[in-house]
């Protein structure tokens, strides 16, 4: 009898412990999912653009993308986007096939998307590079640093 209780017990709770651990996380879109959600729902968009090798890419992945007021504001308010920097398969947005070019001659070749959207002028390409797109899809602010949830918080207003 003891048995069973436990085990109606875990399964009473467990699908609700798996819908609290979706909710605790950042709710990533594909490119394909954003163009179809924007056409969808207009918001703005949230871009986060990292690299295996970035350690400062992965502590703001561990210290500030899981903090859950980032992690509700977000999902909340913005469509959010992460992209490794040197993948290399081709993505379609908005019509336009965009590739990772320099894969063919270099070693940490960077994909057309983050060369697009985080290149500077009179600066080389950095990490980490976050992109805050209005509704409209135009370019609202750029980021090239680590950053606080507080200071992300901010920019998010």
């Avoid at 295996?52 to 899981?66: G, M």
């Avoid at 994909?111 to 992109?131: D, K, N, V, Y």
């Amino acid at each position: 009898m003891k048995n069973l209780s436990c085990f109606i017990f875990i399964c009473l709770v467990a699908p609700l412990l798996g819908r609290a651990q979706s909710i605790s996380e950042i709710e990533w879109k594909s490119w394909s999912e954003l163009e179809q959600s924007i056409k969808e729902e207009p918001k703005p968009v949230f871009i986060f653009f990292h690299a295996k090798w970035c350690s400062y890419c992965k502590k703001i992945e561990r210290e500030i993308f899981t903090k859950p007021e980032v992690i509700a504001k977000l999902n909340s308010k913005y469509y959010a986007v992460e992209m490794d920097v040197e993948e290399s398969d081709t993505i379609t947005f908005e019509g336009r096939k965009l590739t990772n070019k320099q894969a063919l001659t270099r070693r940490n070749g960077v994909h057309e998307i983050p060369l697009l959207l985080a290149t500077r002028e009179r600066f080389p390409f950095s990490l980490p590079a976050t992109i805050i797109l209005t509704k409209d899809f135009t370019l609202k602010k750029r980021y090239f640093e680590y950053y606080t949830s507080k200071q992300l918080l901010d920019f998010l207003k």
